[in-house]
């Protein structure tokens, strides 16, 4: 197997971590595996202060044989609890999806003993602090009204739809991204529509 380019190294404070979160990945993205797992050892244990046999570098690939994505090489490098070195949203990892199901299932995963408060449009934290953006493959086209289906038209009136109703989401909903750039009302929002009209005529009496 030969050598890629360009490898994403995530820093985790533990083995533990560095392991599971490779575990984790691996089993969310379809053709994916862990390719190698190294340990320290006593040799240059006075400047990285690690148990020998404790995991130092997970290496993993996401999508090693699959039609459609090119393979994406990570390594979770257990560096230690040292200041500074901590996820931040500044850099996430943004996944297009085919449709609500597969946002939901990756939502739902990735979410599971995240930190909630972080969650908005789309935006997610995991357990171990990396952020992920859940999106649907059609948003960024809506997102500047360019045609979502072959021979549409543009759509900048969508286009400031879907960013208003974006905004006010955390997990995408795919049917009103949609609705709202095509200028469709789901049954939902006319509920909410009479709810509201019914409210202010009751507080105009």
Request: hydrophobic residues 35%.
């Amino acid at each position: 197997m030969s050598t890629p380019k360009l490898t994403t190294v995530l820093w985790f404070t533990s083995s533990d971590l560095a392991l599971s979160a490779a575990k984790l990945y691996t089993s969310l993205f379809p053709s994916s595996s862990i390719t190698h797992t190294q340990y320290y050892t006593s040799a240059g244990q006075s400047t990285h202060g690690q148990t020998p046999g404790d995991v130092m570098v997970v290496a993993y690939t996401l999508f090693a044989d699959h039609d459609s994505h090119p393979p994406m090489h990570f390594a979770n490098l257990n560096g230690g609890n040292m200041p500074g070195m901590n996820f931040t949203p500044a850099i996430s990892f943004q996944i297009d999806c085919e449709d609500q199901e597969e946002i939901d299932r990756y939502w739902d995963a990735l979410g599971e003993g995240g930190d909630e408060t972080k969650q908005m449009c789309g935006w997610v934290q995991d357990r171990f602090g990396v952020t992920w953006q859940v999106i649907h493959r059609d948003l960024k086209a809506m997102l500047s009204g360019e045609p979502v289906v072959p021979g549409g038209e543009k759509n900048q009136e969508g286009a400031m739809r879907v960013t208003r109703a974006m905004m006010g989401m955390k997990k995408m909903d795919l049917g009103r991204l949609r609705a709202v750039y095509e200028g469709r009302e789901l049954e939902s929002d006319k509920s909410e529509s009479a709810e509201r009209d019914g409210e202010g005529e009751r507080d105009g009496n």
